[in-house]
């Protein structure tokens, strides 16, 4: 497999590709068929590319990274469908790094950085709390404060029973 990655990047530098970011960029547009017609999978590979360097395995000097808003903007670019950064930004949990976009872009040559065990506890924290706020969202409640204050950790309780 690595001798097809290598083969690829070659191919890429063929194409006039001048910075690490047109390399990545250039590979990342190659999942289109995987997030055209699917807004969740879009959200997954936005969510993959914040908060997370991804390093080339052929050239390990080469390292990628992007702030939210251009992660947004790339992806509404990618699909194609009248979208802008807007539509990704805050849309999921950011710097979580879906197992097949790991693995697609592993295909195409690219890994992402190893995080610290401390970030992804933090991040399982994060994506819990996003799970409550929105069962709070929709039966009416307004603040984070009420969300998880007094007779509301009760309500929190029943509602993570159900979700069992």
């Known amino acids: 497999m690595k001798n097809e990655i290598e083969k690829n990047f070659k191919e890429y530098m063929k194409k006039n590709i001048k910075t690490v ?4 960029e250039f ?3 190659q999942l289109k068929k995987f997030i055209k017609d699917d807004r969740h999978k879009s959200v997954e590979l936005y969510c993959s590319l914040c908060n997370t360097q991804w390093q080339s395995v052929v050239h390990s000097d080469l ?3 992007c702030s939210w808003r251009y992660a947004g903007g790339l992806i509404a670019n990618i699909r194609g469908v009248g979208e802008d950064y807007l539509d990704y930004y805050c849309s999921g949990c950011e ?3 879906a197992e097949w976009v ?4 592993n295909k195409l040559g690219w890994k992402s950085c190893q995080e610290k065990e401390d970030e992804k506890d933090y991040k399982k924290e994060i994506q819990e ?4 706020s929105s069962h709070y969202n929709e039966i009416g409640e ?3 404060e009420q969300k ?4 509301k950790i009760v309500e929190k309780e029943k509602w993570e029973e159900k979700a069992k």
């Open 129 to 132: 709390l996003r799970k409550i």
């Open 27 to 29: 590979g990342l547009f």
């Open 95 to 97: 710097g979580t790094v």
């Open 142 to 144: 307004s603040t984070t």
């Open 102 to 105: 790991e693995e697609e872009m």
């Open 63 to 65: 390292i990628y990274s």
């Open 21 to 24: 970011g047109e390399l990545f």
């Open 148 to 151: 998880l204050s007094g007779e």
